[in-house]
Every structure is written in C-alpha cells, then in structure tokens.
C-alpha cells in the first residue's frame, strides 16, 4: 500500500483511517499500511516500539492478571549469524538465503549471535535482525521464511534495533552505513544505498521509523563527527531531508554554545535511538547522544554544547526543529539521552496535557509539555548518581565538574552504562506510571590525555568499573518525577544491565531481569505474577495476536522465546 | 566545563609526569566484534612519499594545524575533519591548499604532485575514537591524611600489620592497588580484563520452615532460586517466593560499598597515597 499524500492534519487522518476500514482485506494482503500505524496497538507490532507513543503498551487482555499464571512456552527458534547458517539452498525445507553487500564477504561478526532489538510483526511474520542479517520468520512457530545477510565492509557492529516497514517494503540499515530495502514477502533486495560515510567512522544501528512517506534514520559515530537524522522516500531512497543535532554554520542556533564552528561541527549528538512521533502536531520527537569529545571536552568551550543530550523535536514533513529540551547540559560522562521518549496524554496539574517522558542515562527523569517542549517535572531515579551538584530554574542538573575524571581517579556514579540506556522504557495507563529499568552502578574516571588539546571521540581517559549496588525495575509518577515503587532485583551479577519493557491492557508489566529470567509484574504495584527462566534477555519483550491467540515475544541472546495460553 | 580547573589540573600533570608517554592509539572501533578492525588504518603504499608529505607539512601546515595535524591555536583538528576523512589522494585537499578558506587559512601554490604528498603523510596518522591506557603516575595524595582516613575508617577490618602487611608489594601498580582496595575485584573495563583479585565470596543461611538453616557460598541467584555450595562441597538450591523460605545474604564487601557513598576523591588519593608506602 503506498499514500502518496502526505497526512498533515487530523482530519486527512481520520480520511485515511476511515479509507482503511473500508478496505482491511487489501492492506491484509499486501502489507503494511502506515497510517495503521495510528490505531491502537493490539494484533501486530508493527514498528520499533509497538506504535508510534513509545509507551509500549497493547490494548491485548488475553493475557491477564488472572490467565498470566497459565503462560507457557509455545515455541523458541535459534538464529545464526553469518551465510552458512541455512544448510544446502535449494533443499526442500531449507529457507532462501539472500546474500547482498558491498564487502569482500570474508568479514563475519562471528562472535555470538544476540538479538538486541525489535521485532517486527505484520501479517503473521516476524521480522528480527541482528547486525548484517535480517530474518523472516513465521509468527505461528516462528520457522524460518528466508535469511537475508549482508557482506560488510567493516565498521562498529554494536548492535541493529530492528527493521522498519512501508506496504511491503522492508528497511533496515547496516553497520556499514548501508540503508537496504527488502520485499517483505521473499527477501529479495530492492535497492541499498549508502547513507553515512564510513571513512568518517559513522555506523548505523537504529531500526527506520516509517512515518506516512518518510523513512527515518539516525547515525551513530564515535569520532567527532555530528549526529543527523536523515529522511528517505520509502520508494526511491531519495533523501527528502537531514537535520543536524548540532549547529553546521555560521547563525545557526545554538552557536552560541560552543567555543567555535569547528567546535560544533565536530560535536556530536547522534541519535542512535528510535523517537517516537505525534500524528497531531506532525512532530518526531527523539533524543540526543553526548556532545564530542565525549570527555575531554575543553575544546567544546565552556557552554551547554547544543543540541547534544538532548529532547528534541522535529516536523516529520520539512526536519525543522519545533523546540528542544536538554537534558545533560554539557555532559563529560558519554551519557546519551537518545532513550526512547514516551507520549502520554495525561492529568497535569488537574488538567489534561500532552506530554512526553524520558528517563535518561544520566540518572534524571523528565515530565515536559511535547507541545511545546515546557519543563514540567525533573526526578531523580537512581540513588547513587553523583555527578550533579543540584537543578537549575529550568530542572536541568547542574554537573559538578570535578566529577568529570581526574588523573588519580573520580569516583563516579553511575559507570559509562549509565542509570538506564537503550533499552526502552514503557508506560502503563491504567496505572498512570512509567517504567525503566535501571542500574547504580560506580567507576573510576582516569584522566589519560594531559595535552591541551584533549583526545578524540571517547578517548582520553580511562574507565574502571568499581561495582554495581543494585538493579531496579523502577516505576515513576509522571505527575511529581518520585519513584512510586522499586523492585530491586535479587543478583549476584555485577555490571548487569536489565533489558527493556512491555505493558499491557491486560494489567501487566513484562521484564527481563538481571539473572535471565522473563517476569510478569503487575504494574499498580511491582508485585511478581509469573517468570520464566530463559537466559539473559537482550531486548524488550512484544506482545501480538495470531489466529486468535495473544503471545509474549522475547529475545535472549540468539534465541527467541514466544509464550502463549493453551 | 570550568575550563580553568581543567588548564589547572593537565598544567599539573605536565609538571609533575613531565615523561608521561604520548597515549597510544587504539584501533578503530573497539567494539567491531568477530575479530575483525572496524575502521582499518588506511594503508601506506608510498612511504617515500609520506616522507616527501612530512617535509612539507612540517613547514607549511603545523605552524597552525599542530605538528600531528590534531590542531593548534590557529588551525583545526585535521585527523576529524570531514574533508580530510573523505579524501583519497588529495583530490579534496588541494583545492582548499591552492584556493585557502575565509576563516585563516592561506593560499598555498603546491604543485599536483606535493599535494598527493601532503595528502599521503596527512592520511599516514592513525584516526581513532578510542585511546590506550596511560602511564601516569597516580599517586597524587597525601599519605599522612591517608594513613588518618584509613585509621578512622579501615582499620577496624583491616591492619597494615596484618592482613595489608606489604599489600603495595604485591600490588606494585597503584592504580591496581587503588582499584583493589576501593573493591576487590573491581578494575574491569569495556572489554578487559581487571586486576586479578578474586574478591571474598558472598554467602547465604536460608532458614527452611522446618527451622533448619542451610549456609553456603552463593552460586547463583535471583528472584526465585537461591543456589550454594555447602561448606563440605555439596549443592543445594532453594526455590523462593517472596520472603519464603527466608535468605539472609552475607555480602563480605559490604562495608566497602557503603564506604562508596561516603569518599571525595581526595580520600581515595590520600588512602592510595599512603598504602604505596606499605611495601
């Protein structure tokens, strides 16, 4: 299905909505629709968080407070990277693999295969990746449709959050600064095209946001370079437009924050991660990552280095900004606020807002109006952080810069991970919290660059972990920023990172904990309902409906886990 | 940033670690996994013409870019610099060497073939977001004060005539030391190995509703399964519900976690200062 009309106002939305019921069996049969993407989420999970809010919450209940205790395991599937994973082509059973890229197919991020992002499902298949490799699979037993590998020439393999999908046109981007399209229906590609240079060091790990005609992507570079998002026409690859999360010339707003252009131009803030988008006022709305140098950060100049660390958001349809909020004014820890922001209509103050929600890897938590990008709330949810000295008028901390590093050591809370970090948070209605998994944790900050100068990228000092004193499922009034109630997880691991978050319309909460296993809380109260033994979860867990029967999709590592009530 | 105690500080180290080594570059893209460099250094095909590259560099291009090219008072960083980045052989370069920029740079009038050479020792420098391991001495605090907080606060566990008795031999790095002492066990980094210390175990008494208890090292655990090792070898695990059965953790290191909460960085200097001399 393919609108070629953009979608600007609520009621050009309603038109489309009211088109689409009229025509359900043409949009069964040939994909995905992306004004779909503005119902509620119930049988398909159809983008990175579900739908477009962020909140991570489906309206299923067929799973619920009271069937939860029946949960159980309906199939699990393994995946293997690489291009000899499939067995003989052309064998019966054996599913199509697809190789593309441009490497010298020699290069294979061996290593462990871990699923460390989304899962698509549309129309009864399920898409994961990894990095390099995308699979369809069959959402009833999850067997294998097809394999699609990618030969890479190199660049960071840190991890691929997923794909993005348009009718029947799938996008994914690679490490090697590759946007591919795929059909949905065989795998076969339809084009790829380089869309970040890969001798400036850029490398590409967020799962597309399809919006209306707009494929969305972010970069990811480690180096100096400046973070962008980037606008495609699903059709053609054709960019529409980029906006840059630093100022690239001179007047450009936020200059002013910077020691010099070159300053800015070299500063950073790449949004790694999905954003989330509000089909009312047009606006995707994401975070930042660190400004760069990400510690050595005297060549930045003294200022707030804008718009790194940052809630920023932009019209979908032009990429300008609307309004930003920062979050980490000037960070020096590598702290990203690129976690996935959350939209919320909600009672504020005894009345009805808009609003957006984001727990940050510095450890503060953050209620703002996301019509305009007003500061409502700033909590606190870890009990350690140590690198701020109070708030300032707009709620932002204030960094206390001796906790920045220093040659003998600063003892710094929390360690590079951060307080949370990717894996996304969640919100539950019915209970009117939000949700983030969150971890104390301490390092030592060796300064190891004395030249002026400073080092690049994240280099110039040295980070030794010291210890983890506790990981949370911590549960947050968006109304005050105080934590309503913690769950602290029973764990003998150190440098523990729990995964991300489900809610359901079925009075549930699912997470992965510390210790590998899948748990059900009941989200009014943290209270434990069910738990299943799996092994580490490396992302957040799904939840679809299939021939009338509601599942729970997670990933541990190289396995996925689907569960479901017999 | 307060730039001034930033000057102040790396002034300081310079004086007083006036030998520090130049910080090694690491490779590309620590985090490529599968073995492979993430972002490979560009190969050096013509190291005559590097050499030719220096030569002229030295004298046209460091005044201001800085003799590594990482940038000086008037010129920028060249090794980030996108142009810089994307050029091959020069072909980006030598514009902007012959025609200058607005912002300071001059006009140069090099020939084809000493712009391939400037681009050739230009592209010679290894560009990485990641730096080494330093070997700055650490020991910048006061033993006196240290030997004072460690009195107040150590030694009613420990004593540097027992169990810390030539504890700064044994740990002869004092940033191992450091680490070792602040936690033991602690010092892992992204993707290495720490100091070799294996820190006391945690142990466990779960108390059955039959009124037996049952003690033992901790193996594993989590919300719902606690596993140990009995003091005579065997295993037995215990699975949980709530509070039942009842599971009283034994975490030796506790004090030490504590203790987190309460340093300044000049404490943990100090203590460090004073036991390298505990030889």
């Given at each position: 299905m393919k609108i070629k009309n953009p979608v600007n106002s609520p009621s050009a939305a309603l038109l489309v909505t009211l088109w689409l019921w009229i025509t359900p069996a043409l949009v069964a049969a040939q994909g995905l629709d992306p004004?779909?993407?503005?119902?509620?989420?119930?049988?398909?999970?159809?983008?990175y968080s579900g739908d477009?809010?962020?909140?991570?919450?489906?309206?299923?209940?067929?799973?619920?407070q009271s069937s939860v205790k029946n949960l159980t395991l309906a199939w699990t599937r393994r995946l293997t990277n690489g291009?000899?994973?499939?067995?003989?082509?052309?064998?019966?059973?054996v599913p199509p693999l697809i190789i593309g890229g441009e490497?010298?197919?020699?290069?294979?991020?061996?290593?462990a295969t871990q699923v460390k992002g989304a899962v698509v499902q549309v129309n009864g298949v399920l898409y994961v990746t990894t990095p390099d490799n995308t699979w369809a699979l069959?959402?009833?037993?999850?067997?294998?449709?097809w394999h699609y590998f990618w030969k890479t020439r190199?660049?960071?393999?840190?991890g691929n959050r997923g794909v993005g999908i348009w009718g029947t046109y799938l996008f994914f981007v690679t490490p090697d600064d590759y946007l591919v399209s795929l059909d949905?229906?065989?795998?076969?590609?339809?084009w790829h095209k380089e869309i970040l240079s890969f001798n400036q060091q850029y490398f590409a790990t967020m799962a597309p946001i399809v919006i209306r005609n707009h494929v969305l992507v972010g970069s990811s570079n480690d180096l100096d370079e400046p973070g962008f998002i980037q606008s495609f026409d699903?059709?053609?690859?054709?960019?529409q437009w980029k906006f840059y999360?630093?100022?690239?010339?001179?007047?450009?707003?936020?200059?002013?924050?910077?020691?010099d252009l070159d300053a800015a131009r070299h500063g950073g803030g790449q949004p790694w991660v999905p954003g989330s988008y509000d089909p009312e006022t047009s606006l995707y709305i994401f975070g930042t990552g660190n400004p760069s140098?990400?510690?050595?950060?005297?060549?930045?100049?003294?200022?707030?280095?804008?718009?790194?660390?940052a809630i920023v958001a932009i019209n979908?349809?032009?990429?300008?900004?609307?309004w930003y909020y920062q979050?980490?004014?000037?960070?020096?820890?590598?702290?990203?606020?690129a976690q996935t922001p959350v939209l919320v209509d909600g009672e504020f103050n005894g009345r009805p807002r808009k609003l957006v929600l984001t727990a940050s890897r510095n450890g503060y938590y953050f209620t703002l109006d996301?019509?305009?990008?007003?500061h409502l709330v700033t909590g606190k949810?870890?009990?350690?952080?140590?690198?701020?000295s109070d708030l300032n008028a707009k709620g932002q901390p204030i960094r206390?810069?001796?906790?920045?590093?220093?040659?003998?050591?600063s003892l710094v809370?929390?360690?590079?991970?951060?307080?949370?970090?990717?894996?996304p948070p969640a919100f539950s209605p019915e209970a009117g919290l939000f949700f983030v998994p969150s971890t104390d944790t301490y390092a030592m900050y060796y300064l190891?660059?004395?030249?002026?100068?400073g080092a690049m990228g994240l280099g110039g000092k040295e980070e030794l972990n010291v210890a983890t004193v506790g990981s949370y499922l911590t549960a947050i009034d968006y109304k005050t920023g105080k934590i309503a109630w913690r769950h602290k997880y029973r764990t003998l691991g150190n440098d523990a990172r729990a995964p991300g978050l489900l809610t359901t319309a079925g009075g549930l909460l699912f997470a992965g904990d510390v210790s590998g296993n899948l748990i059900a809380f009941d989200?009014?109260?943290?209270?434990?309902l069910w738990h299943s033994y799996?092994?580490?979860?490396?992302n957040a867990p799904e939840t679809y409906m299939i021939d009338g029967r509601q599942y729970i999709l997670t990933a541990a590592g190289d396995t996925l886990y689907a569960f479901t009530l017999y | 940033m307060h730039m001034r105690n930033v000057l102040l500080s790396i002034a300081t180290c310079v004086l007083t670690v006036a030998a520090a080594a130049q910080n090694p570059q690491a490779p590309g893209?620590?985090?490529?996994?599968?073995?492979?460099?993430?972002y490979p250094q560009r190969p050096v095909t013509d190291p005559a013409a590097v050499a030719r590259g220096k030569v002229l560099f030295d004298v046209?291009?460091?005044?201001?870019?800085g003799a590594d090219a990482r940038g000086g008072d008037d010129g920028p960083?060249?090794?980030?610099s996108e142009l810089v980045l994307d050029?091959?052989?020069?072909?980006?370069i030598g514009p902007v060497l012959l025609n200058?920029?607005?912002?300071g740079m001059p006009k140069f009038t090099f020939t084809a073939d000493q712009i391939s050479d400037i681009a050739s020792y230009i592209h010679s420098f290894p560009v990485s977001s990641r730096t080494g391991p330093a070997n700055i001495?650490?020991?910048?605090?006061?033993a006196k004060a240290g030997e004072a907080f460690f009195n107040a606060k150590c030694a009613s566990c420990h004593s540097v005539n027992g169990d810390l008795k030539g504890v700064a031999s044994k740990y002869t790095d004092p940033k191992a030391l450091q680490q070792t002492w602040i936690l033991p066990g602690s010092g892992g980094r992204f993707g290495g190995a720490g100091p070799a210390r294996t820190p006391p175990p945690m142990t466990a008494i779960v108390t059955l509703p039959s009124g037996e208890k049952v003690e033992g090292k901790i193996d594993r655990m989590d919300d719902f399964v606690v596993s140990l090792t009995l003091a005579d070898g065997t295993h037995r695990s215990f699975q949980t519900e709530g509070n039942t059965p009842a599971v009283e953790i034994r975490d030796p290191l506790e004090g030490h976690k504590n203790l987190l909460r309460a340093y300044a960085d000049a404490d943990i200097h100090n203590v460090t200062a004073y036991l390298v001399t505990l030889k």
């Open positions: 004004a779909s993407l503005l119902k509620p989420l119930s049988d398909s999970w159809p983008t477009y809010s962020g909140r991570r919450y489906s309206s299923l209940t067929q799973i619920n291009p000899n994973a499939g067995g003989q082509q052309g064998a019966p059973g490497g010298p197919g020699d290069i294979v991020a061996a290593g069959d959402a009833r037993d999850g067997h294998e449709l190199g660049g960071t393999h840190i949905a229906r065989n795998g076969t590609e339809r699903p059709e053609t690859g054709e960019l999360a630093v100022p690239m010339n001179p007047g450009d707003p936020g200059l002013e924050t910077w020691k140098p990400a510690y050595t950060s005297q060549t930045r100049g003294e200022g707030d280095n804008l718009f790194t660390c979908v349809d032009t990429g300008k900004m609307a979050t980490s004014p000037h960070d020096t820890h590598d702290w990203d606020s996301r019509l305009t990008g007003e949810f870890s009990d350690t952080a140590n690198w701020a206390n810069p001796d906790k920045d590093f220093h040659i003998a050591g809370s929390p360690a590079n991970q951060g307080v949370t970090n990717w894996p190891t660059e004395t030249d002026p100068r989200p009014a109260n943290g209270k434990i799996v092994g580490q979860v490396t | 893209g620590a985090r490529a996994g599968g073995g492979f460099i993430a046209n291009c460091s005044f201001c870019h960083n060249l090794l980030r050029d091959q052989k020069g072909e980006s200058g920029r607005d912002r001495d650490i020991v910048v605090g006061d």
